[in-house]
């Protein structure tokens, strides 16, 4: 019998907001990531596989790359975006498992990207199936937690993935050669990337990346589908990021995007997890929204752009130290990127980022309240009175 899970009351915003100075800065990962994203869109773009309306747009114009100058740029980088995403997340999955284990990870991760991608690429242009497909593939990730062992590894980078080519609309312009190559190169590059690391770490002695030991089996896992908290949180998910993500898809209404980004990010395993989770978010897009909004103000658009990438390899190292400082980096990147797909200024993509996370915000905090505090809370009085209901309920 497993006693309530129930939210701390000596929790603060001044005790959400402070870093976790035991956590190290993973400079190291964020390399590997990078060099890895770097040469999956590097070779994506020489192996051609380009959205088509682009594709033949620039062999009409071959000398319009020199003339745009910038803007091109930003095209390049939207082409060749599903290997590198790839390649990005397939890395920082293959970086934290042991060290025998880091190379099949990496195929496994790739193979589970190129599911995500053919099934990203089957459902984009219908706003009904990305929702649905969505709130299922979110819906998965508390259970898959709890689960833990490959599901808990899996579940997740499959829903990052769909997210990224089917709610942003990577796969869109691709066709079904083209998801094999993205594929193929995302993991191809995270592979080689491992490789080049392991002969330096051979001939020199010196280890790039220092990856966990492996884990003593725990206990059996529990029923996947059993009830409890998880499956509150896997409906409330699915639910939330279902229905916001079908909203986006068929409006194009980006105040459902971030929305939607907030109920993804803040809900977590516990009400403490989620309180300090919501309000380190809220002060990181605050936090970034103002260093980019202010940057705009004095830099030329490719500056602003630049050192918005640069932000994010940051933000990967602070990762597990300090998730606001991740969390503006990636403020910073996307509202740099929306400013140069769109005829707004900087500082309105800024602003409306800013607020939007408040509105997600207050209704995710709401609904987690309604959805798995209350029933705790109620669950917790019972088991004071000493009604002892079953586990699942």
């Not at 402070?18 to 994203?37: C, D, E, T, V, Y």
């Not at 009409?60 to 599903?82: C, K, N, T, W």
């Not at 997210?163 to 190559?181: I, M, N, Q, R, S």
């Not at 103002?290 to 004095?298: D, E, H, K, Y």
């Amino acid at each position: 019998m497993s006693a309530p899970v129930l939210p701390s009351k000596g929790r603060t915003i001044r005790g959400a907001l402070r870093p976790n100075k035991q956590a190290p800065l993973l400079w190291r990962p964020a390399i590997a990531a990078l060099a890895a994203s770097v040469l999956a869109g590097w070779l994506t773009w020489l192996a051609g596989y380009r959205p088509p309306e682009a594709a033949r747009f620039i062999d009409a114009h071959f000398d319009l790359g020199s003339r745009i100058g910038f803007d091109y740029q930003m095209l390049v980088i939207a082409e060749v975006m599903p290997a590198a995403v790839i390649a990005l997340f397939v890395m920082l999955g293959a970086v934290f498992v042991p060290r025998k284990q880091s190379l099949p990870a990496a195929l496994l991760g790739g193979t589970a990207m190129l599911g995500a991608l053919f099934l990203a690429w089957g459902v984009v242009r219908s706003p009904w199936a990305v929702g649905s497909v969505m709130g299922v593939l979110f819906a998965l990730g508390p259970l898959s937690r709890r689960h833990g062992g490959l599901a808990a590894g899996l579940a997740p980078l499959v829903a990052v993935g769909f997210f990224f080519f089917a709610v942003v609309g990577e796969a869109k312009y691709l066709d079904p050669e083209g998801v094999l190559v993205q594929a193929g190169i995302g993991a191809g590059a995270v592979v080689a990337v491992l490789i080049v690391l392991w002969l330096i770490r051979i001939t020199t002695g010196f280890a790039l990346l220092h990856q966990p030991p492996a884990r003593p089996k725990g206990p059996p896992p529990p029923p996947f589908l059993s009830g409890g908290i998880a499956m509150r949180q896997a409906l409330l998910l699915g639910v939330l990021l279902g229905t916001t993500a079908g909203l986006w898809a068929a409006t194009k209404n980006h105040n459902y995007f971030w929305v939607m980004m907030t109920f993804w990010a803040i809900t977590q395993a516990t009400p403490d997890a989620t309180f300090d989770k919501g309000i380190k978010r809220a002060a990181g897009v605050m936090g970034g929204c103002l260093l980019i909004g202010a940057l705009a103000t004095v830099a030329t658009p490719d500056v602003v752009v630049t050192v918005a990438f640069v932000a994010v390899f940051v933000g990967i190292a602070w990762w597990m130290r300090n998730y606001i400082v991740y969390i503006a980096a990636i403020s910073m990147m996307t509202v740099a990127l929306h400013r140069e797909i769109s005829d707004y200024s900087f500082g309105h993509w800024a602003l409306l980022r800013v607020l939007d996370t408040l509105v997600g915000l207050v209704i995710g905090f709401g609904a987690y309240w309604l959805v798995i505090t209350l029933p705790e809370l109620r669950r917790a009085r019972r088991h004071a009175a000493g009604v002892h209901p079953a586990d699942g309920a």
